[in-house]
């Protein structure tokens, strides 16, 4: 058990850090005056990878870096200790937009040279999430999948003695984040994380971005209710099955 006030620093700056390599290696992808403009879908899942290295390592000592919602219910689940879910999940959002606005400043000139309407693109899909194609159905379905196929291998990787402890189960689950990317990542762009999606969401909302196009609010719920459909599932399948 970590200490209440660990919990939610960890998780503020883990996830921050996430935010900032994943909004970031999009943003590097898709704005204009960008030297990985068009770099593709390879160096996206690559970086969202090293986003979930880099912020569990920082977070790992102080809350465990769950940094994910989805995380965070399929262990309460599993373990039935729930007294600490609200300060975990207050803890990613917070990360969560605090990684969008970091993102935002360090590409503030590729920002505002949006304001060029000749040359101006949507930015959403450096924030948020997005389906290719547009079916409720099918893109809850996505999301739920892609979720149990992170956070059931994350619940799993504890059984393996010595794996948490050497810090090597951090190196493994950033490699999985890279797999979804690369398997399931096409239909809906694997938010896989309901603050991953919203948070950032949200500071696309607020951000005063010139020409940067609507926030997709009508989408919104769909990778944050499959997210947590697809850890609660986990939690549930691991605690059967294990």
């Known amino acids: ?11 503020i ?41 880099a912020g569990a390592y920082t977070a790992g000592p102080l809350s465990g870096g769950h940094l994910n919602p989805a995380v965070t219910l399929g262990i309460a689940i599993d373990t039935g200790k729930w007294g600490q879910v609200p300060l975990y999940i207050l ?7 605090l990684g969008a606005v970091l993102c935002w ?39 739920i999948i892609a979720t149990v196929g992170l956070v059931l291998p994350i619940l799993a990787f504890g ?16 490699f999985l984040v890279v ?22 969401r949200i500071a696309h909302a607020l951000l005063p971005i010139p020409n940067k196009g609507g926030s997709d609010w009508s989408y919104s719920w769909i990778p944050v209710v499959g997210p947590l459909i697809g850890g609660a599932l ?4 691991f605690n059967a099955a294990f």
């Open 234 to 237: 986990s939690g549930i399948v």
């Open 105 to 143: 400043l360090a590409y503030y000139a590729q920002f505002q040279a949006n304001a060029d309407k000749e040359t101006a693109l949507p930015t959403l899909g450096i924030f948020s999430t997005a389906p290719e194609i547009r079916n409720t159905t099918a893109n809850l379905l996505t999301e």
């Open 179 to 200: 797999g979804i990317g690369l398997s399931l990542g096409g239909p809906t762009g694997y938010a896989i994380n309901p603050a991953r999606d919203l948070g950032p």
């Open 91 to 97: 803890g990613q959002m917070i990360g969560a937009v």
């Open 159 to 174: 059984l393996t003695e010595g794996l948490g402890e050497s810090g090597t189960a951090t190196l493994v689950v950033a």
């Open 13 to 53: 700056i883990g996830t921050a850090i996430l935010i900032l390599f994943g909004a970031g290696v999009c943003a590097a992808v898709t704005l204009n005056h960008s030297k990985a403009k068009s770099a593709g879908w390879v160096v996206i899942a690559f970086g969202w990878g090293f986003g979930v290295l």
């Open 1 to 11: 058990m970590y200490a209440n006030g660990d919990v939610l620093v960890g998780e």
